[in-house]
């Protein structure tokens, strides 16, 4: 089946620990994207990558960091700098990035700091 | 800046209801805008994708509009059925630009 899948579906993290949230692809997407959600907020774009060893900054870009090593594959790290990281984590893929191209997203990951 | 909103943020329906969903921007230069089913808990699920050159676009009990000139689109639900109740968002996307997310109504339909 093709699709995106993100792993773990629940993770904890402590204070000053770095985590990393995992995302796969087998859509043969170029772009991949990874969003936060608030409560009562709409997604908020954190980063995005146009092609393999590429990504750009979105939104709220500070305290998180991601790599494009493989075009599968786009890892998040949640950082100690980030300091409000509680939240359920979004990554979705396209063919092309831009707001030309429909978006299909993974079951998502939710981060709770303990 | 695209701005994109939702109104209502919350709505409760009987079963068997026709339903209205509405989504506002502010900059009318889109290129497409897409329709999201959300469950609690769950992913984002696509539902229609609404090119700015068609006015609407359907599937099964869904239909969307697109009304570019005064920043609206409406995705309208026929039938509704409890299996439906879920928080549905809107997306907009600019040609060019990364996709702009509704904070999404959060519909419940009761049996």
């Known amino acids: 089946d093709g699709g995106i899948t993100q792993s773990p579906k629940y993770l904890f993290r402590k204070e000053g620990q770095n985590v990393t949230l995992s995302c796969e692809q087998n859509l043969n997407h170029d772009a991949m994207y990874w969003y936060r959600q608030d409560p009562g907020q709409g997604l908020r774009l954190i980063y995005y990558?146009?092609?393999?060893?590429?990504?750009q900054k979105g939104d709220i870009a500070e305290g998180y960091s991601v790599s494009r090593e493989k075009k599968e594959s786009f890892p998040l790290t949640v950082t100690s700098a980030q300091k409000n990281p509680t939240a359920f984590y979004l990554c979705?893929?396209?063919?092309?990035?831009?707001?030309?191209?429909?978006?299909?997203f993974g079951p998502g990951t939710r981060l709770t700091v303990l | 800046k695209q701005e994109v909103t939702q109104i209502p943020a919350a709505l409760s329906v009987p079963e068997g209801e026709n339903l209205v969903l509405n989504c506002s921007f502010t900059?009318?230069?889109?290129?497409?805008l897409q329709w999201f089913r959300q469950d609690p808990g769950k992913g984002l699920t696509s539902l229609l994708l609404i090119q700015s050159s068609q006015r609407e676009q359907t599937s099964g009990r869904l239909n969307a509009s697109l009304d570019k000139s005064s920043g609206r689109s409406t995705l309208y639900i026929a039938a509704s059925q409890p299996g439906d109740s879920a928080t549905y968002l809107c997306a907009v996307g600019n040609y060019g630009q990364n996709f702009v997310f509704g904070p999404g109504t959060r519909l419940s339909v009761l049996p």
């Open positions: 900059d009318s230069a889109i290129y497409n």
């Open positions: 979705a893929s396209s063919i092309a990035s831009g707001g030309a191209n429909e978006q299909f």
């Open positions: 990558s146009q092609i393999v060893n590429d990504f």
